[in-house]
């Protein structure tokens, strides 16, 4: 937003130079930590996009319609992927970073309990793709908004500087609070279905002895 003001820099390499911090951050993990999934590629498939945008001059309603598009189509993925053996809702809320799997679905399995937890798992999916869908329309009209100068500009990286600041409080707060809901759902459902415990049933609390 400032770098022209401040440090004098011509507008694309702002940008540029803006772009960096994000598009270096993904290759450090991949390269050196080989962390990626679907979610990661997309969100970084969007940065290039941004840029390109920007650098290459395109007309302004192509934020408008990138801004829509990526979300959308996160929240497409997750609905189609639970038709697959790699549902997306696994590397969102239920993975085993946070949830002790093995022990959960063995329960699960050991009270017959495999169709009501694959109906959880369905439910908490359209839950996360309603919250995808909501980020896609407000994503979209806030760039409608906001980006009202031509790409390649001054105005213009300042008012995508300006945008992404808004989108935390207008587009983030209220997708965070349907994931937090989601989890909680999902921590309740698995609860109730493999009779475990908080400490056994999530991996970041101590287990109760």
């Known amino acids: 937003m400032k770098g022209g003001q401040w440090f004098t820099l011509e507008p694309s390499f702002a940008l540029t130079i803006a772009l960096l911090f ?3 951050y993904g290759l450090c993990e991949f390269i050196f930590r080989h962390k990626y999934n679907f ?6 498939i969007s940065i290039l996009l941004t840029g390109g945008i920007g650098l290459l001059k395109l007309d302004k309603d192509w934020i408008a319609i990138k801004e829509a598009a990526v979300p959308l189509i996160i929240g497409l993925a997750i609905l189609i992927s639970v038709k697959t053996p790699y549902p997306l809702v696994r590397t969102l809320i239920y993975n085993e970073n946070i949830i002790n799997i093995a022990i959960v679905e063995s329960e699960i399995k050991t009270r017959n309990n495999l169709q009501s937890f694959t109906r959880l798992i369905h439910n908490i999916t359209l839950l996360l793709s309603l919250s995808f869908l909501l980020s896609a329309i407000l994503n979209f009209f806030l760039a409608k908004i906001i980006i009202n100068s031509e790409s390649g500009t001054e105005a213009f990286n300042e008012e995508l500087g300006r945008m992404t600041l808004l989108s935390y409080p207008i587009i983030v707060l209220p997708c965070s ?6 989890f909680c759902k999902i921590l309740n459902g698995l609860k109730n279905l493999s009779g475990l415990n908080l400490e056994r049933i999530l991996k970041i609390l101590p287990e109760d002895k």
Do not use: H, K, M, Q
């Open 39 to 44: 979610l990661s590629i997309v969100g970084f």
């Open 177 to 182: 609070i349907v994931l937090i809901i989601a």
């Open 22 to 24: 994000p598009l270096s």
